[in-house]
């Protein structure tokens, strides 16, 4: 997502950087650039010229213009603004009474069900008790796909399969929810291709019936400002208390997400980019500027490490390398762990300066490369893992004919493993003599403190 807006604010960045004197007259121009990359990437142009607006009126003042680095006063006034447009700071859900309800509104296909699912799954992380209430009668399809991932995330759902009421099934979710002690029902709604009067009135209905604490609207990134419209309409009807921006990982450009906050006062509170469940996270606008700035996300990078990475398993790693000692049964497990944070391209683009390396790497040949190797380790015995250089020409053969890759892959495999080891090795011994040395110095001062305190 922000692709192309990122890429044209870092050639204007660029160019200020560059200036040694800063003028109204080049600022003027700078800005231009800006409000023509925002216009380009679908943004409200009511919002792109009052952005722009707000930025000459703060860059054009004599403090910015006599300081020292007045082009990074720059970048650094409209990362400030940019946060501003995008929502100042993360919305958190208001689910304060026990059991609260939600409501996933929006148009077809936007992406509710899966949205609805994602967040429970999140709800579930946080220490709620959700449960999943199929509440579109019309499309068969959604309860079916609603039910699946209950299932596959063992949470409770209710799927009234025939019944057109949703009233009914609103009445019937709140006393099974109760039942089986769930503080949290995420309703699943109808969608249509366009707003008519009669979704609307019916989900006026189901909100006068179960006085949802949210009503969150779950809108699709790729449909830019057509988004924000629509946006509009359902908050005049509903009076929505954020959205959720699917599909972010689909869009190149990101208008709605730039516009939404401005043109309807409501938030954005979560954002999905992918198909997967996990694909799924609180919008911070503070580091959705960066990102679109180009210096990364570094935060969220630690966030996610946290959340996937075996600490445990890295503890007894560290304890490993201490020790100088490395398997292919270690370096097994740091790719899989590697793959649980999400793809490569993903993980750098969080990175400062990420965007730029992706845009020039083939980040897809490496993770094609990874799963070769791990395909090649797993063609291993157990002995063979522990053991490695009990690997002649016969089992090397075996190996590379199992998992279907050539022995010269597999020999290149060993070679940069055994370059690993010896790292780990080197490592581990460095570690052993700043621990000695750490305790030489200790006594010293021991000593020394000791004799100044002698009578």
């Known amino acids: 997502m922000f692709e192309s807006l990122s890429g044209k604010l870092q050639s204007v960045f660029k160019d200020l950087r560059g200036l040694g004197k800063i003028s109204e007259s080049n600022v003027t121009d700078s800005l231009r650039e800006v409000r023509l990359a925002l216009l380009d990437a679908d943004v409200n142009f009511k919002v792109a010229k009052k952005f722009i607006e707000n930025i000459k009126e703060k860059a054009i003042g004599q403090k910015v213009i006599q300081s020292i680095h007045p082009g990074q006063q720059i970048i650094k006034i409209i990362n400030d603004e940019l946060v501003e447009l995008l929502g100042s700071q993360n919305a958190e859900l208001e689910l304060k009474e026990s059991p609260s309800c939600m409501m996933m509104v929006g148009l077809h296909g936007a992406g509710k069900t899966t949205s609805s699912g994602k967040l429970a799954k999140w709800l579930m992380k946080q220490g ?89 609207l779950v809108l699709d990134a790729a449909t830019g400002q057509e988004a924000v419209n629509v946006a509009t309409h359902f908050d005049e009807a509903l009076s929505i208390s954020g959205a959720i921006l699917t599909k972010l990982d689909g869009d190149a450009r990101g208008g709605a997400a730039l516009s939404l906050k401005s043109v309807t006062g409501k938030p954005i509170k979560f954002a999905g980019a992918g198909e997967k469940l996990e694909d799924f996270e609180p919008f911070h606008p ?132 055994g370059q690993m080891q010896k790292m780990m090795r080197k490592m581990g011994k460095m570690q052993k003599m700043m621990g000695k040395m750490g305790g030489k110095m200790a006594g010293k001062m021991a000593g020394r403190l000791g004799s100044g305190f002698r009578m």
Do not use: W
Request: proline fraction near 4%.
């Open 286 to 417: 503070e580091r959705m500027a960066t990102r679109i700035l180009g210096m990364g996300d570094v935060v969220s990078l630690v966030e996610k490490a946290a959340e996937n990475v075996d600490i445990d398993e890295a503890k007894r790693l560290e304890e490993k390398m201490r020790k100088g000692v490395f398997t292919l049964d270690d370096f097994l497990d740091q790719l899989r762990q590697m793959k649980r944070l999400g793809p490569l391209e993903s993980i750098v683009k969080m990175l400062p300066g990420g965007t730029d390396m992706v845009g020039g790497a083939d980040l897809s040949k490496h993770e094609k490369e990874f799963k070769r190797m791990e395909a090649m380790i797993c063609g291993m015995t157990p002995e063979e893992r522990r053991r490695p250089q009990i690997l002649n020409a016969r089992r090397r053969q075996r190996i590379a004919a199992g998992s279907g890759v050539r022995v010269a892959e597999l020999n290149n495999l060993m070679t940069r493993f």
């Open 128 to 216: 709620r008790k959700p449960i999943l209430v199929a509440a579109d009668v019309y499309r068969p399809a959604a309860m079916n796909q609603l039910e699946t991932l209950g299932k596959q995330m063992n949470i409770p759902t209710i799927v009234c399969h025939g019944e057109k009421d949703v009233l009914k099934i609103a009445e019937f979710a709140k006393k099974e929810a109760a039942a089986q002690e769930c503080d949290v029902l995420i309703f699943d709604t109808a969608g249509r291709l366009q707003i008519d009067e009669v979704l609307v009135q019916e989900l006026v209905s189901l909100r006068d019936k179960i006085q949802p604490q949210e009503i969150l």
